[in-house]
């Protein structure tokens, strides 16, 4: 080992500057650049560098043509590589582990256990389930050296169930609720609206397990509570939805939805991004999705329903026994003779989907306007130049609240205007005070 | 929305009982049922439950039947799927949390980004690369329903070239250094060891971009430095060996490698999981991987090298500009006439493989010894039925270490006897004081 060893942090001085340090900060961070200088209506325009390729072709897509705000944002966030496959970029990753932390702490008050289940998934399975057939082209399927099939999971029942088949045999060992969170593959007919619907995405699964139908509707008002917190804990107006259970299978099935009209300017997005019509009472709160229901009578308090555009960001199922009795997941009673199939349910927050739906949703007309829950930093400190003064603002802080300095070379005017771009919750000038 | 919501946690009782509050426990966490009661010469000999069917699956395979601690081991942290391929139990997945937070820290020190780049890659970077060909039955291919050809990224050079060609166009913007934890794959001829060679697995790659050789070479040094820091953090002994750059390209290259002699036992592991073969020096540690150099003699003192079995965990890369001349990765020097192709690196740690490894190369004769730095929890509490006490105590150690309260329904001996099979670094007895 002939390397030279040094614990202290260091400085790199190049053409770009490179800060160690306990401070977050931009100057590290990388941002594609853009130049908001064209201000038209109100609405930032982004003006790409001409000699930006990747701007130009992502400016060219329509699922980013609908707005000029839209274009800043999402060139931020996450880059398209091919249709429906994106990257997601350093701001894009940190609102994403902002929703991973409040789904970890929602999922430890259900007493959920983490866990990471493979993306490659034997046809056998899918096969036992039916579902090999039943997915059709949306599976993306592929054969391996030895010529065995996989599909890459679009969900996963069939690996969880099997791993439940072969460990959990006694009543005694539910109820259980086991949860990740992890890339999904979707082979989608007309991806668009970014992550919106993408072929390649995160999702949140919770699978739960109880010995008996009376538990397992205990567990599903659980899961419902917590995601009703989890939601709100994000901080976007929802409507909690009747629906049908679609190609999972089941019996009782909610989703969460942000509404087209719950947000100024959101009629945009749903124009490209919107999948779902759900029929909401404004008296009671009641939703349903018109795939369920399309009475426009409410069926909770007899009010007229109207239908609106929505964008569905989570889903809970009661599954039943459908997958445990397809692939042997069964369990003995009190009185041992008796063996009976694992009632289960799945759950899912669309994570990936949330972080440009937030970001769609979320903004005026300056740009971006992150809720303090899931903003890439809460506080954003900028300077004209007094790098000591923000240390120090950011040491007083760190605490308190999320920061991150602005340090780049660039003049406050430019600072602050990106700082509204983005959408920082907190933007902090440190400057000397005159006289 | 009609909901019942309460903010309070919530405790739901059945015949496995379910606690929320802040403190960590057992009872919560999803660990697969043994029973290590037998014990032969000094070791845990598990016996499965005759009928756990998975437990007697993995016990037949090859794989985990070198060591019957490490079927006890093997069986709490991953489960096979079929060959290859893994589930992380959550076990496995908090060793793997605790690396992930090590690497992260280690990158923020080398001022890298964060980003999350797409699995699914087209075959156009890749044939322009010349790697569709090159990589042969390893790459696992696809086509989607347009018959348009992917891979499942085995490492990300092509993608994160592509990137960088589309968005850095100026010295100025150099240097840049990007960093991912992802899913990689690879279709092995002959996967075995577990996760030491799956065909899905969890990667650490650092990517580092830079304006000239010089400057790339300083960048080297840095993530080297950077890279020693991380294994010394992670605290189990290794090598850095240079190394062969193989089907990468580029022309300089070292191995970080956990080697045989360095622990009692790990001998055992080498034969089914070891697959490197270093030269290494004891007089002044310079090693070198058999594949670069055969010559008993060190380069570097003279003396005479001994050659050991070895598991690479980790490996840095100077890629120079073969794959940014390919994918036209370009930037402008500070005459804005010439152009020339970006210096690049490379750089990986083999995260899901450090997990087994490590799990592998730290136990005894009764089972683990997780060191501190990656260790599921650092302590356990561990109680006989006074639930109470041990809430305190995890209450006083919460701001001291990373601890979880055994509160499973079993005896102290039982508990006991887990707490070393599992391989906490603290054990915590609660009980009430005598006389």
């Known amino acids: 080992m002939r390397l030279r060893?040094?614990?202290?942090?260091?400085?790199?001085?190049?053409?770009?500057?490179?800060?160690?340090?306990?401070?977050?900060?931009?100057?590290?961070?990388?941002?594609?650049?853009?130049?908001?200088?064209?201000?038209?209506?109100?609405?930032?325009?982004?003006?790409?560098?001409?000699?930006?390729?990747?701007?130009?072709?992502?400016?060219?897509?329509?699922?980013?043509?609908?707005?000029?705000?839209?274009?800043?944002?999402?060139?931020?966030?996450?880059?398209?590589?091919?249709?429906?496959?994106?990257?997601?970029?350093?701001?894009?990753?940190?609102?994403?582990?902002?929703?991973?932390?409040?789904?970890?702490?929602t999922m430890a008050s259900l007493c959920a256990s983490k866990l990471s289940l493979s993306t490659l998934s034997s046809s056998k399975l899918w096969?036992?389930?039916?579902?090999?057939?039943?997915?059709?082209?949306?599976?993306?399927?592929?054969?391996?050296?030895?010529?065995?099939?996989?599909?890459?999971?679009?969900?996963?029942?069939?690996?969880?169930?099997?791993?439940?088949?072969?460990?959990?045999?006694?009543?005694?060992?539910?109820?259980?609720?086991?949860?990740?969170?992890?890339?999904?593959?979707?082979?989608?007919?007309?991806?668009?609206?970014?992550?919106?619907?993408?072929?390649?995405?995160?999702?949140?699964?919770?699978?739960?397990?109880?010995?008996?139908?009376?538990?397992?509707?205990?567990?599903?008002?659980?899961?419902?509570?917590?995601?009703?917190r989890l939601f709100k804990t994000i901080g976007v107006p929802f409507v909690v939805a009747e629906a049908e259970s679609g190609n999972i299978g089941g019996d009782k099935s909610h989703e969460y939805h942000y509404l087209s009209s719950s947000i100024p300017e959101f009629g945009a997005l749903l124009t490209i991004g919107g999948e779902d019509k759900v029929l909401v009472c404004e008296r009671c709160n009641y939703a349903v999705n018109t795939e369920r229901s399309s009475s426009p009578q409410c069926l909770q308090c007899g009010s007229q329903m109207h239908e609106k555009s929505a964008i569905e960001v989570g889903h809970t199922f009661h599954l039943g026994t459908r997958y445990s009795e397809a692939l042997g997941a069964f369990v003995t009673a009190e009185d041992p003779s008796i063996r009976s199939a694992i009632q289960m349910g799945c759950h899912g927050i669309g994570v990936s989907r949330l972080v440009v739906a937030i970001a769609d949703i979320c903004r005026g007309s300056r740009g971006l306007c992150w809720p303090v829950s899931v903003a890439p930093w809460e506080t954003v400190i900028v300077t004209a130049g007094q790098e000591e003064g923000a240390e120090q603002v950011w040491d007083l802080l760190k605490d308190y609240t999320d920061s991150v300095i602005d340090d780049r070379q660039k003049t406050l005017g430019w600072k602050l205007k990106d700082a509204e771009a983005v959408g920082y919750p907190v933007t902090v000038i440190v400057g000397h005070s005159k006289g």
Chains 1, 2 share one sequence.
Request: aromatic share 10%; charged share 25%.
């Open 127 to 228: 096969k036992q389930t039916g579902r090999w057939e039943k997915y059709g082209q949306e599976l993306f399927r592929l054969t391996d050296r030895k010529s065995s099939e996989f599909c890459l999971c679009p969900t996963h029942e069939e690996e969880i169930t099997n791993l439940i088949a072969n460990e959990i045999l006694s009543y005694r060992q539910l109820p259980l609720r086991l949860y990740q969170i992890g890339r999904k593959f979707r082979d989608e007919k007309r991806p668009r609206g970014g992550l919106l619907r993408g072929r390649e995405f995160l999702m949140n699964d919770l699978y739960t397990f109880d010995a008996s139908e009376a538990a397992a509707m205990q567990t599903y008002d659980a899961v419902q509570a917590a995601y009703y």
């Open 5 to 105: 060893i040094s614990t202290r942090c260091y400085t790199v001085t190049s053409k770009r500057k490179l800060t160690t340090g306990l401070q977050n900060r931009l100057s590290n961070v990388f941002i594609p650049p853009y130049i908001a200088s064209r201000v038209d209506g109100g609405m930032v325009i982004p003006f790409f560098q001409a000699e930006s390729r990747l701007g130009t072709r992502i400016a060219s897509q329509t699922w980013v043509s609908a707005s000029g705000t839209r274009n800043v944002i999402r060139k931020q966030l996450i880059v398209l590589t091919t249709s429906g496959i994106y990257h997601v970029l350093p701001l894009g990753l940190r609102v994403q582990e902002k929703i991973e932390r409040i789904i970890n702490i």
